[in-house]
């Protein structure tokens, strides 16, 4: 969701040249699978336009070409150094939340089912880190 909510804002902004925005992941486990159907239901009901989008696992050569790596939890953060040894310490890896002032995960809608509150989260970190790269 973060990808395409950080799409939106950043067109609406009318700064899209300046940005090159993708998800990966930091497992195989959705590696190949498209957006999950409530994720999907999620967006269309907050007007948030998406395509066709299918998990593949971030490549130590996508982390260094990258200028910034958003993370949604500490879990991304462990896996990513296994993939990548620098993640543990680059600066260019930061939290979402974070730019919030929050130094806390996304709450992590796998668990509980509860899409709206990811949301809420993914849109103020969202809107936050476009204001920071202002």
């Known amino acids: ?5 950080m799409k939106k804002l950043v067109k609406e902004a ?9 998800s990966m ?5 959705e590696w190949g699978n498209p957006i999950y159907p409530p994720a999907k239901a999620k967006m269309r009901e907050h007007g948030i336009p998406f395509g066709e989008h299918h998990a593949h696992k971030i490549t130590p050569e996508e982390f260094a070409a990258a ?10 953060r462990r ?4 993939i990548v040894d620098e993640a543990a310490d680059s ?10 002032g929050q130094h806390r995960d996304v ?3 796998w ?6 509150t990811t949301y809420r989260d993914i849109i103020a970190g969202c809107t936050a880190l476009l204001k920071a790269l202002s």
């Open 91 to 100: 600066p260019k890896v930061q939290m979402l939340m974070s730019y919030t």
């Open 111 to 116: 668990y509980t089912g509860d899409f709206e």
């Open 25 to 29: 992941a930091v497992s195989g486990e």
């Open 1 to 5: 969701m973060a990808e395409f909510v």
């Open 67 to 76: 200028d910034l790596i958003i993370i949604m939890d500490e879990s991304n």
């Open 14 to 22: 009318g700064r899209e040249k300046e940005f090159d925005i993708d």
């Open 107 to 109: 709450a992590d809608p």
């Open 79 to 82: 896996l990513l150094r296994r």
